[in-house]
């Protein structure tokens, strides 16, 4: 069965280049936290990825926010290659990354299909699917996830600004709308009529019966 939106996310005990993770559950406590996955140590278009996530350090911690990354590789693989993300980066790397080699992950979390395994002499192409990102609330619930081909670069830029909009309208009545930035107008939902809305958000901007927008509540 497919991970979806809203489901608790599968626990696990891991190793990782910086030792072991008895819980994933109690890794991520109250915070918020990513888990993105990479089909292979030492590839071009994931050693951007891992440099972009280190660069964001600073953003990740002002949100409350855990990363965590995954390859299908192992553990002394990992730290010989965050050498090369830091190198690349001009960054520290400072998070963690699972050690994925007997695929149990990959599969909990429905990246790969359940007969999957890694042949000798594998190619980042036996695992291309590992290629996601999760966003999980402190209720450890998955809140988003996106998967990419092997071909585009993930946009963290955009799995930031997906992240406020998760905490802008997590638990509240609000969505945000297309192209949406921190700081610009939100969403009210249906489920409260124009008084209530009004009354817990100020004056609102109704374009349609049903599209109502309100100030950012920062």
Known sequence: MSLRIN??????????????????????????????????????????EFGAVA????EWAKRNTKVIGISVDGVEEHKKWKGDIESFAGTSAGFPIIDGTDLEIAKMWDMLPADAYLPD???????????????????KKLQLSMTYPM?????????????????????APLATPANWETGQDVIVALSLDDAAAAEKFGDLDIKLPYLRFAKDPA
């Open 7 to 48: 489901d608790t996310v599968p626990d696990f005990k891991a190793e990782t280049d910086q030792g072991t993770i008895e819980s994933f559950h109690d890794w991520i406590g109250d915070s918020w936290a990513i888990l993105f996955s990479h089909p292979k140590d030492f590839t071009p278009v994931c050693t951007t």
């Open 55 to 58: 660069q964001l350090a600073d």
């Open 121 to 139: 002499g594998r190619t980042p192409a036996d695992s291309a699917t590992v290629r996601s990102v999760f966003i999980i609330s402190p209720d």
């Open 151 to 171: 071909s585009v670069g993930r946009n963290f830029a955009e799995v930031l600004r997906a992240l406020d909009g998760l905490q802008k309208t997590f638990g």
